[in-house]
């Protein structure tokens, strides 16, 4: 473990280092749940299953309270303990975090709901292979975007920041072969409306996974490099 990581749980208070960690395990906890919601609402696009996506669709309200409560546990940290450095830091990281996390929640309910309206329509598009593909990439970023942000590991959380252009370009496709066979048949253009917004709300999970990635180097370096590239974020932290 180096430096940084050493200081977010070494204060001379006990109370201040359960309340930091509980606060970590809480943003876990609703990360767990987000994935949960999103791998529900994906698993009704390729079974076309309309009960599961309107049943993931209506729990996202247990995700919004769950940003409501860890909302409020940052607000109590602040105003009792007054962290500084790298403590201030990481309840920086988390508040933007949980919004993130929210987000993604928000496009699991819209992906629940186009799930029904897809399992609805008269012809299933060979069970959407390349949504699930993409929603399957989408799901491995914001895995690894939580597990990057519970071991505070720079290079992995770099890894998704990486990844997420080749969903960009995973999206791009689908959006393309969605557009062309609207032209090829006109009746087709509801049914594939609704896959391209689809692709386009897991698109929108991998930037929300990458926004988290870069919280974790926020945390760990204290620099803000969402406005970088690549290359300059390598340089900017000094990893490979």
Known sequence: MNMDKERFSQHISRGFNEELESLRNEVLRMGGMVENHLDIAIEAIVAGDSKMGLAVAGRDH????????????????????GPAATDLRLIVAVIKTITDLERVGDEAQRIGYLASHLASSQQHSDHYHELSEL?????KMLHEALDAFSRLDVKDALQVVEEDKLVDEEYDMILRQCISLMMEDPRTIRRFMDVSWVARALERIGDHAKNISEYVIYMVHGQDIRHLGLEEIRQEIGVE
């Open 62 to 81: 247990e995700i919004n309270q769950m940003e409501v409560a860890i909302d409020e546990q940052c607000s109590q940290i602040l105003a009792t303990r």
């Open 135 to 139: 929603g399957e990439h989408v799901k």
